[in-house]
């Protein structure tokens, strides 16, 4: 596979992924769509629950309690864990609170993990489809469904969200702010701009000669890293990585000094060298700060290219949402422009 450039302009090149990156600029309304779905229930869930009586601990279950994990862990008032086996820990009970995102209502493991829940007599806070697996399983007299008609995961999350928001359990996650944030993204990122205008093309072509690392300094940046790397992954075929800074570093160490002289046209001159994507949510923390520069001073001594993704959204969740979305624009326009070689 080779990548050519002249297809991220190209009207024909580009409808053949419309669907995708249709599917990418739809982000922000799913948000605001499901939000305005669900608000009926969260405010009703949100009057009956008991600010006063805080449960004990909140449990994130099922594969989707990572994106909680990232938003609650700093914030959440009282202990918090994200637990994505198919069933609970040996200590929850009936003190406890137990939330879970089910996007399509059908994994397994989640309807297992619920259904241990509702036995041992949890309080359950449940999004997923009316109907589904999940919701047929978390049925019980101390169960709450936050109904939902869509499969993304972050319009799920953020439905929640808003909830544990309401029950001040989690902090301020606007679904307005959210939706605003990527279709932010997706105008600056529509495949109607060209390359001059558009930092995600233009992060594409970077990314098209290279083996990404991907790093976010804050837990939601790095949380999104993940996201972006995964879809890189995608859209490629290719190595990408999302780490930490200790995880990075060696291997930005171990990266051979670029050769300014080298023949492009030589055999095995163009080996795909990293390149390191920063992706900024505008953490200001010393430790943050600290880990930038050791990357981006480790890039510099071996003539690594250094990308940044940044953003201006008000809130953590929506700077997570923009940044996530950045990436993934950009990993869909590296598809659109690889070709057979």
Known sequence: MWFDESRLDNEAALGQWDLALRDLAESGARVRRQAQEAAAATTEAAARF????????????????????????????????????????????????????????????????????????????????????????????WTTHLPTTTKDQLATAVVMLDFLDRISLGPSADPDQVADALDQVAIESSPLLDLSA???KM??????????????????????????AESIRRATGRSAIAGDAEHLLPILEATAPRDMFADPFESGAAERRPMLLVLDDGADEALVREQRGQLQAAAAVVG??????????????????SLALSGRYAAEYLRVGLVPD
């Open 203 to 228: 992060l594409a072509i970077a990314l098209a000669d290279s083996n990404p690392l991907v790093w976010g300094g804050s837990v939601l940046a790095a949380r999104a890293a993940r996201r972006v």
């Open 198 to 200: 558009n930092p995600a």
């Open 50 to 141: 008991n600010l006063e009586n805080r449960p004990r601990a909140v449990i994130a279950a099922g594969p989707d309690s990572r994106l909680l994990r990232a938003v609650l862990e700093p914030w959440c008032p009282v202990p918090f864990v994200a637990w994505p086996a198919p069933m609970l820990p040996g200590w929850a009970g009936s003190l406890d609170l137990v939330v879970m995102l089910a996007p399509e209502g059908s994994d397994r493991g989640s309807a297992s993990a619920v259904a241990e829940a509702v036995r041992r007599g949890c309080q359950v806070v449940v999004a997923c489809p009316a109907g589904s697996m999940v919701f047929e399983h978390a049925a019980g007299r």
């Open 304 to 321: 690594v290219r250094v990308e940044t993704v940044s953003t201006q959204a008000n809130h953590e969740v929506a700077r997570y949402a």
